[in-house]
């Protein structure tokens, strides 16, 4: 919720614990052992920007967050944690939009292979450098032909035509092994298997829907944006390389806007330990200049993850506003993270920070937020308030009903199919066909001419002989027998005159 100074009221330890909303683009992070409340938790902080009239997007792994929806009830916990604060939680449902990758539990949720780029798809698809640099080169073969990459069918196009063709794209773009063509065409399967034909495609995604604030009994509310993901949860690096590819597009197409009072959108990142699982060098950089740089265009990512450890330090140094749930300590990898995790923190003589980490209950947090210097606070041990919103997940109803006052159904209901590879391919190689066969007619045409030719002159020379050779018959003979007695006797004449 909000207090009366419009800050982010979150927690309560002795004292009410705040976000400044200035700060509040210095990112985040929410950790701690499975059960520990870290969903509920995010869920009071975007329900809390959404009073803020700041619009948030979250992953939603299992559903309940969905309960944002509809107003929350009271139960004993919550009553216990009001009597706790004296504070009166105002249940209210929140403006919400679902999405849903696969189109099942919310709007279609869609990227072009083009715009999701090679090194993402690489990671989806598990390829190594060489078939990496193979499918850049298909990229840009497409790019430089103008033939847009949109969804699977293009890309499996695209490489057959270049793999058959890879002699003519060899001087321009390298070399085109059909192994490597081969193996990109058998993950491209599997991918299809998995149902990423379903979320490649047209139309995208626009990231502007994202930043919608409602009137709700007149206050303004910032849009609550959830993806389900339990399904695509299953498929971890098409997860994280999904979410990765919206936060990229909302860094890119967000201008700079400097330090505001309050940050324009909040990006919670829920399992992020699956983005870092053997990232490749350059994703892993593209990682953190994102969330270096995101935060000048007023966006604030949060990361929910199970063990802080499990975020590279680089990106961890980065997070400034921190709710740590409990953490569990069975092996000694777990308590060496929970002494690095204690020492994140700066301490509070009332209590033993690492002590404290072990002992946490639900709902109860070891918390470090940015004061208005953007210094971080010591630590606080926080009881989490509750969420206005329903806590679980609401019926399959209420999501459709969700669905239809979204107004997005007529934008992203149905997919389009335009002009692209795979089309232009098809003309091309029809066009060929027609080629080839009118090639072929023309040559069968030349032979027959030439044929005919060939018979017209073994005509015209047989006839010749058979006229030539009419002398030998019986009556050439007596013409020549007669002419030559006639030849004579004209010739004796003569001579007799002359004499
Ligand atoms: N701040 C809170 N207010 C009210 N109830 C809470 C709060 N935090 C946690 N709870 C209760 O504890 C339960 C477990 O919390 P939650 O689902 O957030 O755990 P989690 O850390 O996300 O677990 P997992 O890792 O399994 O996803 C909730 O369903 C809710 O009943
Ligand atoms: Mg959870």
Redesign the pocket.
Same mark, same amino acid.
């Given at each position: 919720m909000i207090n009366n100074e419009e800050k982010l009221y979150v927690a309560h330890s002795d004292h009410p614990l705040i976000i400044e909303p200035k700060m509040a683009n210095r990112h985040g992070l929410i950790a =701690?052992a #499975?059960? #520990?409340? $870290? #969903? +509920?938790?995010l869920q +009071?902080l975007a329900e809390s920007f959404s009073d803020l009239g700041v619009p948030c997007f979250m992953a939603d @792994? $299992?559903g309940?967050l969905s309960g944002v929806y509809k107003a929350g009830e009271l139960t004993k916990?919550?009553a216990k944690?009001q009597d706790e604060f004296g504070v009166k939680f105002d249940f209210q449902p929140y403006p919400t939009q679902f999405f849903d990758v696969y189109g099942e539990q919310g709007h279609p949720m869609r990227v072009t292979i083009k715009d999701f780029g090679v090194m993402l798809f690489s990671r989806i698809m598990s390829l190594t450098d060489t078939q990496e640099g193979v499918l850049n080169a298909v990229f840009r073969i497409c790019e430089d032909r103008k033939m847009p990459l949109d969804d699977l069918k293009d890309l499996r196009a695209a490489l057959n035509y270049i793999g058959q063709n890879a002699k003519e794209f060899q001087t321009e773009y390298g070399n085109i092994s059909s192994v490597s063509v081969g193996s990109i065409q058998r993950n491209l399967l599997a991918l299809e298997e998995q149902g990423g034909d379903q979320f490649f495609g047209l139309p995208e995604f626009d990231i502007n829907d994202f930043f919608s604030v409602e009137k709700i009994n007149g206050i303004k509310k910032g849009m609550i944006n959830i993806l389900a993901a339990d399904k695509l949860y299953n498929n971890p690096k098409l997860y994280s390389a999904f979410l990765m590819w919206l936060l990229t597009s909302i860094y890119n197409q967000l201008p700079e806007v400097g330090d505001m009072d309050k940050p324009k959108f909040i990006f919670f990142f829920d399992e992020a330990h699956l983005l870092f699982d053997d990232a490749s060098k350059a994703l892993m950089e593209q990682i953190e200049k994102v969330v270096r740089l995101i935060r000048s265009k007023g966006v604030g990512v949060y990361f929910i993850t199970?063990n802080p450890m499990d975020i590279p330090e680089d990106i961890l140094g980065q997070l400034g506003n921190k709710i740590q749930?409990a953490l569990r300590a069975f092996t000694p990898k777990d308590q060496k993270a929970i002494k690095a995790v204690a020492q994140s923190f700066r301490t509070n003589e009332k209590f033993d920070t690492e002590k404290a980490l072990l002992e946490l209950e #639900? =709902?109860e947090a070891l918390i470090s937020f940015l004061d208005e210097k953007g210094a971080p606070s010591i630590v606080e041990r926080a009881k @989490?308030?509750?969420?206005q919103g329903q806590? =679980?997940p609401i019926t399959a109803e209420e999501r459709k009903q969700a669905m239809k006052e979204s107004g997005l159904e007529k934008k992203y209901g149905e997919t389009i199919q335009r002009e692209s590879a795979y089309e232009i391919l098809i003309k091309e190689s029809e066009r060929k066909q027609k080629e080839a066969e009118e090639q072929k007619a023309k040559a069968q045409a030349e032979k027959e001419a030439e044929k005919r030719r060939k018979e017209e002159e073994r005509e015209a020379r047989s006839k010749a002989t058979s006229r030539k050779s009419s002398s030998n018959t019986w009556y050439g003979k007596a013409l020549t027998s007669i002419a030559r007695n006639l030849g004579n006797k004209l010739v004796n004449e003569v001579i007799k005159k002359l004499k």
């Open positions: =701690g #499975t059960g #520990t409340g $870290k #969903t +509920v938790s +009071v @792994m $299992k309940d916990f919550i944690r199970q749930h #639900t =709902g @989490m308030l509750c969420p806590i =679980g």
